[in-house]
């Protein structure tokens, strides 16, 4: 079993500050890497996808990667409590098929 | 552009009842996916199609479920008999494959097997 691995927290973060969210996975051979939110209730949405190594920028997003150590990362900055969801990592293995993490709650302090 | 659309959106049944989920993907695309979700196992990815011919089915629980896609704008979760275990939250997401994997969501069913 290809395994995705995220804290399910809740993580806890002040507006303005960095939230860092971070997914681990077990197939080396893994290509493609993607983050989703979902709100309480709703459907996960693409926040950013990345395929190489080291850093990406959407915004106030930035996901990282570091294919060796398997390890990928979601920064978002200058939080906001409209960020308040769940945060699924999601790998793509073979195909088009994503396996997802269980998801980081992450909770913004007003 | 309508997104992806899925019917009903709850479904509260007994356990033995035939169960029908729907869902027609985005117009154009053509990789569709049927998820599971619950709070103990996360998203999980039950079956997927490209062009309406299923590629992977690993992800079916068991015999009791059966999807199918009689063609590019329409498909079908089936559960039958239902059992109490199977209530969760079913996605149904489609993409298109030249332009990547992004992978867009409908709003789910919610179902209760009672």
């Known amino acids: 079993q290809k395994e995705v691995e995220q804290n399910s927290g809740p993580l806890s973060v002040p507006e303005g500050a960095i939230a860092s969210l971070n997914c681990t996975y077990s197939?080396?051979?893994?290509?493609?890497f993607f983050w989703y939110r979902q709100y309480s209730g709703k459907s996960p949405e693409l926040i950013m996808f990345i395929y190489s190594n080291g850093d990406k920028e959407d915004g106030r997003f930035t996901a990282q990667l570091n294919k060796a150590s398997q390890y990928v990362s979601l920064l978002i900055r200058d939080s906001q409590p409209s960020d308040s969801a769940t945060y699924l990592c999601?790998?793509?293995?073979?195909?088009?098929?994503?396996?997802f993490g269980k998801g980081t709650s992450l909770l913004v302090t007003p | 552009d309508a997104g992806v659309i899925q019917s009903p959106r709850h479904e509260v049944t007994e356990m033995g009842q035939e169960v029908t989920l729907r869902c027609k993907p985005i117009s154009g695309h053509d990789y569709l996916f049927w998820y599971r979700q619950t709070m103990m196992r996360g998203l999980e990815l039950l079956i997927y199609?490209?062009?309406?011919?299923?590629?992977?089915d690993s992800g079916m629980p068991e015999d009791r479920f059966s999807a199918k896609m009689p063609n590019a704008s329409f498909s079908t979760l089936k559960i039958q008999p239902s059992e109490p275990r199977d209530s969760a939250v079913y996605f149904c997401?489609?993409?298109?494959?030249?332009?990547?994997?992004?992978?867009?969501f409908g709003p789910g069913t919610r179902l209760t097997v009672l």
């Open positions: 997401a489609s993409s298109l494959g030249t332009s990547g994997a992004e992978q867009f």
């Open positions: 197939d080396r051979g893994s290509q493609s």
């Open positions: 199609f490209n062009n309406n011919v299923p590629i992977d």
């Open positions: 999601a790998v793509m293995n073979s195909g088009y098929a994503l396996n």
